[in-house]
């Protein structure tokens, strides 16, 4: 059974910062067995990855969020997190958590098979 839940969304104004947290579980297996990934799909373009941790703990990051955004996990909480400052209007879109069991590009959508819902982030300028 997979349950991956975000949260953390909102409104926020340019130059603000959210955190966004992804709970839950996989087959009853923790997030260190896995790769997981922060993803976003802006109103009328296709969904993007921009953040990404393996289970060896090596992140990867979209050119459009590094610098800027941070992945990182809590084991003990099975909670996978994405700090985002320096938010921009273009960072506005519905951002999903994934985790996938072999991924060799850490960024493509196809390489996750488990899917949270989503949270909206909404940056104003």
């Known amino acids: 059974q997979v349950r991956l839940v975000e949260s953390g969304g909102g409104p926020v104004q340019a130059g603000g910062s959210l955190r966004l947290s992804c709970a839950g579980s996989?087959?009853?297996?923790?997030?260190?067995?896995?790769?997981m990934g922060w993803f976003r799909q802006a109103p009328g373009k296709e969904r993007e990855g921009i953040a990404s941790?393996?289970?060896?703990?090596?992140?990867t990051y979209a050119d459009s969020v590094k610098g800027r955004f941070t992945i990182s996990i809590d084991n003990a909480k099975n909670t996978l997190y994405l700090l985002m400052n320096s938010l921009q209007p273009e960072d506005t879109a519905m951002y999903y958590c994934?985790?996938?069991?072999?991924?060799?590009?850490?960024?493509?959508?196809?390489?996750?098979?488990?899917w949270g819902k989503g949270t909206q982030v909404t940056v104003s300028s």
């Open positions: 994934a985790a996938g069991v072999i991924v060799y590009r850490a960024l493509l959508e196809d390489e996750y098979p488990y």
């Open positions: 996989i087959s009853g297996y923790t997030y260190s067995n896995y790769y």
């Open positions: 941790i393996s289970p060896f703990g090596s992140t």
